[in-house]
């Protein structure tokens, strides 16, 4: 009878570890995501071209050989300083299948240049364990808090690297 108590106890010790584990696993990427934000709005504010690139997935980098250009172009768009980030709303959706996953967010920022309101839309794999080619940054979107309706396009349908409005082509 002992033996039973124990190995019940002792199974309910393990799961219980295992989810928490997975939980401080998914309050990591959660950070993680927030944290990618931060270094977005460095990357604007130093026009740090190789920095916001290497943020990319490596599946981005490889599929889309303009990416350098048009974060370049991006700068030129934006130019200036963001004076306030705003944490506008964060989704995110995680595939598991037996002991892999992946997770993504779509994030989306206020942020303020040079007195102008942009969003700032990013889509970021932290984790997967499915393709790792495709952690990091695969979507990137900042336009006018004015033009957004224009722009507008479901989360699915943002193409891979950076979207650049009218303005910035």
Same mark, same amino acid.
């Not at 009878?1 to 106890?9: F, G």
């Not at 696993?25 to 990357?43: G, H, Q, Y």
């Given at each position: 009878?002992?033996?039973?108590?124990?190995?019940?106890?002792s199974?309910?010790?393990?799961?219980?570890?295992?989810?928490?584990?997975?939980?401080?696993?998914?309050?990591?990427?959660?950070?993680?995501?927030?944290?990618?934000?931060? +270094? =977005?709005?460095?990357? @604007? *504010?130093?026009?740090?071209?190789? #920095?916001?690139?290497?943020?990319f997935?490596? !599946?981005v980098?490889?599929?889309?050989?303009?990416?350098?250009?048009?974060?370049?172009?991006?700068?030129?768009?934006?130019?200036?300083?963001?004076?306030?980030?705003?944490?506008?709303?964060?989704?995110?959706?995680? +595939? =598991?299948?037996?002991? @892999? *996953?992946?997770?993504?967010?779509? #994030?989306?920022?206020?942020?303020?240049?040079? !007195?102008?309101?942009?969003?700032?839309?990013?889509?970021?794999?932290?984790?997967?364990?499915?393709?790792?080619?495709?952690?990091?940054?695969?979507?990137?979107?900042?336009?006018?808090?004015?033009?957004?309706?224009?722009?507008?396009?479901?989360?699915?349908?943002?193409?891979?690297?950076?979207?650049?409005?009218?303005?910035?082509?």
């Open positions: 009878m002992k033996k039973n108590i124990l190995l019940i106890v199974v309910i010790f393990v799961l219980t570890g295992c989810v928490k584990k997975e939980k401080q696993s998914f309050n990591k990427r959660d950070e993680m995501n927030l944290l990618m934000a931060d +270094e =977005i709005v460095k990357c @604007i *504010n130093k026009e740090d071209i190789d #920095s916001l690139y290497a943020l997935s490596a !599946k980098k490889t599929q889309d050989l303009n990416l350098k250009e048009d974060i370049k172009k991006l700068y030129k768009y934006l130019n200036g300083q963001v004076v306030s980030c705003e944490k506008w709303a964060v989704g995110s959706t995680t +595939e =598991i299948e037996n002991e @892999i *996953n992946s997770t993504y967010y779509f #994030s989306s920022f206020k942020i303020v240049i040079n !007195k102008i309101d942009y969003y700032l839309y990013y889509i970021y794999f932290p984790r997967n364990d499915f393709d790792s080619s495709r952690e990091g940054i695969r979507s990137l979107k900042i336009v006018k808090v004015d033009e957004d309706d224009k722009y507008f396009c479901y989360w699915q349908s943002l193409k891979p690297g950076v979207f650049l409005p009218d303005e910035a082509k």
